[in-house]
């Protein structure tokens, strides 16, 4: 199992920006897919954005423009840029890795602790 370290998250005011970040602890040998998924309560979690394993980055239709995803290979790291903030993007954000960490290992699907970020005035 990776372990995921997420940062970044916090309260925002409406139309501010940020940035979400997520390094892995454990070096990643093949990356199937890294990316952000978010959760509100009482709904299922949702994909965000994703990068895949030939490196194309792929954003939910209804975030692109605001919301971008990239990643940095030599870190083990994956960021999300949140611009324009909505109070509907209020949610617990988590970083998620299917990643291969070794010869001869299995595929793990890990996920993050969770940064929760919160747009209000």
């Known amino acids: 199992q990776v372990h995921l370290v997420e940062s970044g998250g916090g309260l925002a005011q409406p139309g501010e920006s940020m940035r979400l970040s997520c390094i892995s602890s454990?070096?990643?040998?093949?990356?199937?897919?890294m990316g952000w998924y978010r959760q509100t309560p009482g709904k299922q979690r949702e994909v965000v954005a994703e990068?895949?394993?030939?490196?194309?980055?792929h954003v939910v239709e209804s975030l692109k423009g605001r919301f971008s995803i990239s990643i940095d290979n030599a870190k083990n790291a994956v960021y999300l840029d949140m611009n324009a903030l909505r109070p509907e993007d209020t949610a617990v954000y988590y970083c998620?890795?299917?990643?291969?960490?070794?010869?001869?290992?299995?595929?793990?699907?890990?996920w993050g602790q969770g940064t929760q970020v919160t747009v209000s005035s």
């Open positions: 454990t070096n990643i040998l093949k990356m199937f897919r």
């Open positions: 990068i895949d394993e030939g490196g194309t980055p």
């Open positions: 998620n890795l299917i990643a291969r960490t070794a010869v001869g290992a299995s595929v793990s699907h890990s």
